[in-house]
């Protein structure tokens, strides 16, 4: 059974860096599956961040795509969001997600309230 | 591409037959949509791909259906369980939207 958890602060001030961290058991990252992160705000549906696989492939939300970066780290199955100059509009509930096929999430973690506030 | 679904609120009782929308600015190349529904507190759970398959493990009172701009989900006899948030999901040259969601309450 693959399982998911996210850590990082819970609290980040604004124009600084968003630092995420998924463990992945269960699975090794560098299978042939896809790995991504998304994020959901209070009230809204998910919104999708960004894809990566263990080959290089990474692939992110246009919306975000200067700002984001998404990295595996195969010997700790481990894999990591990046997003910089972050606002209150980047506040909100993320989460690290198995994606067997490169179109759909099958395996999500529980998720982890990041806010954004000095 | 942009996913609108409908209703916003659907208002139901168990056992009875719940068909929810979701309309796609343009056209899915090879129907990659998904359906997932999400509870209170807990992630979204995969419900159905490519727009008519269940994942492992959903029961068949759950259906997929639709092509190009359309699709539905549809949950027949209606569980206490099935009450829920969901939201469809598409693929398309390796960018993924979400729609807005249907609440679907008792």
């Known amino acids: 059974q693959v399982q998911l958890q996210e850590s990082g602060p819970g609290l980040v001030k604004p124009s600084e860096t968003l630092s995420l961290t998924c463990s992945v058991s269960?699975?090794?990252?560098?299978?042939?599956?896809?790995w991504g992160w998304l994020r959901q705000s209070p009230g809204k549906g998910p919104e999708w961040i960004g894809t990566?696989?263990?080959?290089?492939?990474?692939f992110y939300n246009p919306s975000l795509n200067s700002r984001v970066s998404i990295s595996l780290d195969t010997s700790n199955n481990q894999f990591f969001l990046v997003l910089t100059s972050v606002t209150a509009a980047d506040t909100a509930v993320y989460y690290c997600?198995?994606?067997?096929?490169?179109?759909?999430?099958?395996?999500w973690g529980r998720g982890a309230l990041v806010t954004v506030s000095s | 591409i942009l996913l609108t679904q409908s209703p916003g609120t659907l208002s139901l009782s168990p056992g009875e037959r719940a068909a929810l929308s979701c309309r796609a600015s343009?056209?899915?190349?090879?129907?990659?949509v998904g359906w997932y529904q999400q509870k209170p507190g807990q992630a979204p759970k995969l419900l159905i791909y490519?727009?008519?398959a269940r994942a492992a493990g959903i029961p068949d009172r759950f259906r997929g259906s639709g092509s190009g701009r359309d699709f539905t989900l549809t949950i027949s006899r209606l569980e206490p369980e099935d009450f829920a948030v969901y939201y469809c999901?598409?693929?398309?040259?390796?960018?993924?939207?979400f729609g807005q969601g249907t609440r679907l309450q008792i």
């Open positions: 997600a198995r994606d067997p096929n490169v179109a759909y999430f099958l395996n």
């Open positions: 269960g699975n090794s990252v560098a299978s042939g599956d896809y």
């Open positions: 990566i696989h263990h080959s290089g492939i990474a």
């Open positions: 343009q056209s899915v190349d090879y129907n990659q």
């Open positions: 490519g727009a008519s």
């Open positions: 999901q598409q693929y398309d040259d390796s960018h993924i939207t």
